[in-house]
């Protein structure tokens, strides 16, 4: 079984070990063809399925079978098989569904990106912008709870979670115990600990940063900024706890670490989950090394002010007359 | 709604005890969890719902963490998180019932009872809610009373009172 | 009079109790499996009798035997589903009740047959009546030596637990089925792996409804090629129907598959016709997650053609003019029904017993419920039958499990087959909320070889 299988995503083929997902084998060719992933997350095993915004049109299904998959299915949680064919961005059906999933995930959110501290980094409102429409045909209530505090460092915002069970793995997996979890059913579950009980771990702030909306939040950063206005900076410590490794992002305001997170990758999961002390209590320069500014991407808000380098498009590039009449913008996007 | 530190210490008989550890026994070592709804069942019929207290106990038999068992007794309907009347009255409102008027029943039964869904009449006796289908289409309409869930079919306002009028005499 | 192969002798005092089920024939197929069979002739006897899953999906039960996995020194299970929660069907519990020793007859021969060495009954919890007499039951035909360590001397061991549920209609889809007799929250599990390959504490697992199991009981009793002589077409045997509703005589009655339709609403042996001296308006020919078909479409195809009670016949036309056969739960509407409010109350049911674990069914369940119990409460409006339209189409085949198909098509059929009543409650607004729209033309016969059926193209 060590034969690499061939799969062919909206048209570019790709080489990967058997059982990969197609997600993943999407994921290994990169860019627009890879679905949006709003529950699965790699390092969480049993992770996705979920939210249903990963779906994908299978038109083929392997060489030896080639009858296509008579659903869409989940890419998440679907093993390619040799010669298989999928249509992501290429299928209309998918991206009819797709918008129909990301409508019907907002039905009941809140839309409070304005005050939400989520906003800018969050996965629901690049799938909105995305897919989304430009107005709601839901008019009835939405659905509300309390905002609680689980723990001193940790705030639940019920209202905008989907359900994504990611805090519950990462509780599960990643901590040695777990106080939270899903209670009811239907549309009236919840992430709770159904008693008052503080999420008490090491590792529990980790649920923050796996959340891809702002339901878990840090409560040591609630308020301080938007995130496009603070410059994320890689930074390490010797970190005594046995698990962590101490590899960090700092979120930088002028001179000030307002928060701490994990290093994320370019599909937005940890790259290494760190401890509480790391995140919560080591919010000045003098504990890091500071290694050198994030890599973010230049398609996110975080990025707008800062680092990477403008980019032109290839239209001013190799313009000359075009670059002069940009001169001052083309001035301003490279003062950093 | 009657609050988590309100509610009182539990201690199980020890009939209950004996017959949760003969349910145990029923699976695969390791595989003891799947005991939960079962043993959920007996505490129910013991103390007439499934408070905190009660929970971590069952947790503690089973030596699982409490919020499993939360979890698990809030997905299912007939495990009750808040204090109920000793007989609760459960009409089947799904669609065959309705067709053979399942909602006037609920509509005498409410009147009856002078209880709204859910409540408790003053006595501690009754309480009445909805449920669905109940899997006994043809007898509508159909009502079901816990622990041991008895059915009464084929309803009426009057079948209703006698059988009202009965469990108050008992 | 069709034959009767699960309820000849329900009549008989006493069924229910070992020895009167004994004196009447029953256990002959234990005898038969277990002192003359291989496990393999037993599976191959079910292939051969083409029996379908009768849960509601149809799926050949022989068929889904052969695929089990059978790693050696990995235990295999086979659980029996009895977690009947279909609105409409109440076959299972009919059976459990009256004559329970057909079902464990059934689960001993299956178990066997599949290499079982315990087996569950996973009963619906409010089922607690028929939890008792199963366990008794059970309890008699241990001390009758039919269950435990080599029974009937045969060798073989079997232990027999019956398992209570806890109240969730989506503990009828196999894998949260499985979650649920794991102790866990009834979400089900993402596919593949299927439970043949990895089901119950990850082992290999044959799940399949009550009258399933019952139904290997005459197979093995007369074989396999008997019983598929029963029926018409690949719609093998008896069927057990719950029928319920407007009806004369409601009840569960076991037929022939491929009696028309007609005869069994109307004729005394069935039904005995529409209660009151009604007409009927509608039906739901299998459970109510199937399409709801006017009374017209019940009793005949499109083209004018007799339906008949069988899997293809009445999935005939598709969604667009046909509805399934399910579980068989055969619900009735009389002419003073309301489509509109019906369709309300099934979807508030899913909205109720959606696990909550993929979004579409979620959170589309309780819109759908929603829209619905604005329009029939005369707040809707025209465009409410669109969205309601365009909500179901984006829950349907975009869930884990079927639940959100079950929830979209009885709201699809609706709206195709009855969109002038949902237009009535709009443009009638007061009016509506006092009577109901009736029977307009939806009984009206279809004549033979009409060349054209009125379909809207939703």
């Known amino acids: 079984m060590s034969d690499l299988v061939k799969v062919t995503i909206d048209g570019i083929t790709v080489e990967v070990a058997p059982g990969t997902s197609i997600l993943n084998a999407a994921r290994q060719i990169g860019g627009d063809i890879v679905p949006p992933a709003m529950c699965y997350y790699s390092k969480l095993e049993g992770s996705g399925g979920k939210c249903r915004t990963c779906i994908v049109k299978v038109s083929k299904g392997s060489e030896k079978d080639p009858r296509p998959m008579p659903k869409l299915v989940a890419s998440c949680r679907t093993a390619v098989m040799d010669g298989m064919e999928v249509q992501n961005i290429t299928s209309p059906e998918v991206l009819e569904a797709r918008s129909g999933v990301v409508e019907i995930l907002l039905i009941n959110h809140p839309l409070d990106c304005p005050v939400c501290d989520q906003a800018g980094e969050c996965d629901l409102q690049n799938l909105s912008y995305e897919h989304g429409l430009q107005k709601t045909r839901y008019e009835f209530e939405r659905r509300t709870f309390e905002r609680i505090d689980i723990g001193d460092k940790i705030q639940l915002h019920m209202n905008r979670c989907i359900l994504c069970y990611r805090c519950v793995f990462v509780a599960d997996q990643i901590t040695n115990k777990r106080v939270h979890g899903i209670l009811n059913r239907g549309d009236h579950s919840e992430i709770s600990t159904y008693i008052q009980t503080a999420v008490e771990n090491d590792f529990s702030g980790n649920v923050i940063d796996v959340c891809p909306v702002g339901a878990l939040t840090d409560k040591t950063f609630r308020f301080k900024n938007r995130v496009w206005f603070t410059k994320p900076v890689d930074a390490h410590r010797n970190c005594n706890h046995e698990k962590c490794n101490g590899k960090v992002t700092l979120w930088y305001k002028g001179e000030d670490v307002l928060r701490v997170t994990a290093r994320k990758d370019q599909f937005g999961e940890v790259e290494e989950f760190i401890c509480n002390e790391c995140r919560f209590d080591k919010k000045a320069t003098a504990d890091w090394v500071i290694e050198h500014p994030t890599h973010i991407s230049d398609t996110s808000v975080i990025s707008s002010n800062h680092y990477d380098t403008f980019k032109p498009l290839p239209v001013i590039k190799e313009n000359l007359a075009l670059q002069e009449a940009n001169k001052v913008e083309l001035e301003k996007t490279a003062k950093f | ?170 | 009079m069709g034959r009767k192969l699960l309820l000849e002798h329900i009549n008989v005092p006493g069924i229910n109790t070992l020895d009167v089920y004994r004196q009447k024939g029953g256990y002959r197929a234990v005898e038969k499996a277990l002192k003359t069979l291989t496990p393999e002739e037993v599976v191959e006897e079910v292939k051969k009798s083409g029996l379908r899953g009768r849960g509601g999906a149809g799926f050949p039960t022989g068929m889904k035997w052969s695929f089990l996995a059978k790693p050696e020194g990995v235990e295999r299970y086979l659980v029996c589903n009895a977690d009947e929660s279909e609105p409409g069907t109440f076959k299972d519990r009919y059976l459990m009740t009256y004559i329970p020793h057909a079902l464990i007859e059934g689960m001993i021969v299956s178990s066997f047959a599949l290499g079982a060495k315990t087996s569950f009954i996973y009963v619906r919890g409010e089922m607690m009546p028929q939890i008792r007499i199963l366990e008794k039951a059970i309890a008699e035909a241990k001390a009758a030596g039919l269950l435990g360590k080599n029974i009937l001397g045969s060798g073989y061991d079997l232990e027999l637990y019956v398992q209570p549920g806890g109240g969730a209609y989506i503990c009828g889809e196999e894998t949260a089925l499985l979650e649920s007799l794991e102790g866990k929250r009834g979400n089900p599990r993402i596919k593949p792996p299927f439970p043949a390959i990895a089901g119950l504490y990850g082992c290999p697992t044959v799940v399949n409804n009550v009258e399933s199991i019952a139904a290997v009981v005459p197979i093995i009793n007369d074989g396999g090629d008997e019983y598929a002589k029963i029926g018409i077409g690949r719609s093998t045997g008896t069927k057990l129907i719950s029928a319920s509703g407007n009806l004369v005589k409601p009840g569960v009655y076991e037929i022939e598959l491929g009696l028309p339709v007609e005869e069994f609403i109307y004729s005394d042996e069935y039904c005995g016709g529409i209660a009151n001296g009604k007409r009927l308006k509608a039906t739901v020919a299998g459970g109510s997650s199937v399409p709801i078909l006017p009374a017209n479409l019940t009793l005949k195809y499109a083209n004018g053609e007799p339906r008949l009670m069988s899997y293809e016949s009445l999935s005939e036309g598709g969604f667009a003019t046909g509805t399934m056969l399910g579980s068989g739960g055969f619900i009735a509407f009389d002419e003073d029904q309301c489509i509109v409010r019906n369709t309300w109350n099934f979807a508030r049911f899913y909205h109720h017993e959606s696990c909550g674990q993929c979004s579409p069914c979620r959170e589309g369940t309780g819109w759908m419920e929603k829209i619905l119990h604005k329009l029939e409460h005369g707040h809707g409006t025209s465009a409410d039958i669109d969205l309601l339209w365009d909500v179901q189409r984006k829950i349907e085949g975009n869930t884990i499990c079927p639940l959100g198909d079950a929830a979209a098509w009885p709201v699809a059929s609706a709206i195709r087959h009855f969109r002038d009543e949902f237009e009535w409650h709009v443009k009638e607004p007061v009016k509506s909320q006092s009577c109901n729209y009736g029977i307009a033309n939806y009984a009206v016969p279809i004549e033979k070889k009409i060349e054209e059926v009125k379909q809207d193209n939703l």
């Open chain 2, 1 to 170: 709604m009657l609050k988590v530190e309100e509610q009182q210490p539990v201690e199980f008989s020890s009939t209950l005890l004996s017959e949760a550890d003969e349910i145990i026994k029923r699976y695969p070592k390791g595989k003891h969890k799947s005991a939960l709804l079962p043993i959920l069942h007996l505490v129910q019929a013991e103390l007439g719902w499934t408070s905190v207290p009660a929970m971590d106990k069952v947790a503690e038999i089973l030596n699982i963490e409490p919020i499993e068992v939360y979890e698990v007794a809030s997905f299912y309907s007939m495990y009750f998180l808040q204090p109920k009347g000793k007989y609760v009255l459960e009409v089947c409102r799904t669609g065959p019932c309705c067709l053979v008027g399942a909602e006037k029943i609920m509509n005498h039964i409410e009147a009856k009872l002078g209880v709204k869904e859910g409540e408790v009449t003053k006595d501690g006796l009754f309480s009445w809610r909805g449920v669905e289908c109940l899997a006994a289409c043809g007898y509508g309409p159909v009502l079901q009373i816990g622990p041991e869930y008895t059915f009464y079919e084929n309803l009426t306002p009057q079948s209703v009172d006698t059988l009202i009028d009965d469990l108050r005499k008992k």
